[in-house]
Each structure stands twice: as structure tokens, then as C-alpha cells.
């Protein structure tokens, strides 16, 4: 499996718009992030986890031709909002894209894009729907993937877990019986804003203690705040077994 970090930053990305902090004003390309997402190719498959506003600039950066599949964590612009450049596929391989999601996520989608999933005239995005939910592991052609349900602040949402990877983004708590689906994994993606405790999202201290509690030998935060300062300062903070991803990372597991 080869797992590429096509964005790592939050909804505003890195550099914000007029922000002159250190973070955004830094000369590190690793400081430089677009909204979050990742490329999984398994199987000769290839999947993305969440298309949002960055989608078109992250695929012609990768390079990526081909997309098999997109599962989606949840709902928020950050996370589906390139939903619309997903047309390109449909000219080029004459298919409908699926997309793995809830039925809360359907809805929402529907209601942002009637002129997808009710207009339907000639040229619109090409979208097949799959319902998930926590309840039950599903496949995309012969691939395993184990949705986990995670809370956003209050709301609820999914990451994935495909073979020994683990992807969790806009993460603060997880149930129990969720967390037991991690057991096990040798590589584990976990959002950290920043270092000060927020609302909806786990801080930098609160994700080296999730990352410890459930085991994972191997981690990587994503989904980083300019708040953070920056990669190469933030990085000396952590365990060795535990790094900030960065866009265009590329790990194999």
C-alpha cells in the first residue's frame, strides 16, 4: 500500500489569506498546506479520502490519472467542496465515480448540489452513491474498509481503516468500542490542530496520548493549523515514532 498526503492543512490551509504570522510566512515548503485529503493505492486501486476545494490542484500536482474510488469523512466544505472536479474522470473513463458515504452525508451533498443529483443534464459531475456507516465494513473491488466513527465536537463522522493503515481526520473523541477497530494498526493518521485544547479538534498533546493509548507504532498528524507554528519547530516536540505529515508525503505500508 502507498499512501500520498495530498493535503494536510485545515479548512483555511497554509499560508492564510493576510496572516503574517511565522507559520505563514514561512519560506519551508513543508509549511505550505492545502486542505486535507490522501491518495491510497492498493490492489492497483486507487482511492481518495475527501475532495475539497484543493481537489483540482492536488490531482494535476500528483499526477494521479486514474480514481477508483472517494470516501468521504464527512460533510464540511473543507472535506467536499471539488466535488465538481471530478468530471474529468467521468469524460475519460466514461464512468460514474463512486462515492462512499452516509446517508447524512448524501443528504447534504444532494441539497449543495441539486444541479448533480436532480438537473442532470449533459456535462454534470458523474456520481454513483454507496451508503456506509460504522455498523459494518465494506469493499471497493477485493479491499477491506472498516469505516470508524469518530466524533467532530458533537458531530459524528467516519475514518477508515484499510488493512494495517488508519485514517482519522477533524478528530477530538472516539468511543470505546470504535477505538477497538485500531487495534493493530502499524500506521495511524490522526488530525492535531494546534497546541492549545479546542472544541471540535484534538490538540497536538491530545493526539500523542490517543496515538499512545491505542498503540500504533508508526504516526503522522495531519490537518495542521498555522496556530501550530511551524513543521520543523513542531516536529522536535514529538516522539520519534510520531511525525507531522506534509503535502506530497509519501509513505508505504
Excluded at 217 to 237: N, R, V
Aim: glycine residues 6%; contains cysteine; proline residues 4%.
Amino acid at each position: 500500500m502507498k499512501v500520498t498526503f495530498l493535503g494536510t492543512g485545515t479548512s483555511q490551509g497554509i499560508p492564510v489569506i493576510g496572516c503574517n504570522c511565522k507559520a505563514c510566512l514561512s519560506e519551508d515548503p513543508k509549511d505550505n498546506r492545502l486542505r486535507v485529503s490522501v491518495q491510497i493505492e492498493i490492489n492497483d486501486k486507487i482511492i481518495i479520502i475527501d475532495v475539497g476545494p484543493d481537489f483540482r490542484q492536488q490531482m494535476l500536482k500528483e499526477g494521479t490519472k486514474r480514481i477508483d474510488a472517494i470516501l468521504i469523512t464527512h460533510e464540511h466544505s473543507d472535506h467536499v467542496a471539488g466535488i465538481d472536479d471530478i468530471r474529468p474522470y467521468n469524460f475519460m473513463y466514461g464512468m460514474e465515480m463512486p462515492f462512499y458515504t452516509t446517508a447524512n452525508v448524501q443528504k447534504v451533498l444532494i441539497q449543495k448540489h441539486p444541479y448533480i443529483f436532480e438537473a442532470k443534464y449533459p456535462g454534470v459531475p458523474r456520481i454513483k452513491l454507496h451508503t456506509i456507516s460504522k455498523a459494518r465494513k465494506f469493499k471497493i473491488a477485493d479491499i477491506s474498509v472498516i469505516p470508524v466513527e469518530i466524533f467532530h465536537g458533537k458531530l459524528a463522522i467516519l475514518g477508515f481503516r484499510i488493512g494495517d493503515f488508519a485514517y482519522l481526520t477533524d478528530f477530538k473523541t472516539i468511543d470505546d468500542k470504535e477505538a477497538i477497530k485500531l487495534k493493530g494498526t502499524k500506521v495511524l493518521v490522526v488530525s492535531a490542530l494546534q497546541h492549545k485544547k479546542h472544541h471540535s479538534h484534538s490538540s497536538l498533546q491530545e493526539s500523542v496520548d490517543f496515538v499512545n493509548k491505542i498503540g500504533a507504532p508508526k504516526a503522522y498528524f495531519t490537518h495542521i493549523s498555522h496556530k501550530m507554528g511551524s513543521h520543523k519547530e513542531t516536529e522536535k516536540l514529538l516522539p520519534k515514532h510520531i511525525r507531522i505529515a506534509h503535502d506530497g508525503l509519501t509513505i508505504k505500508i
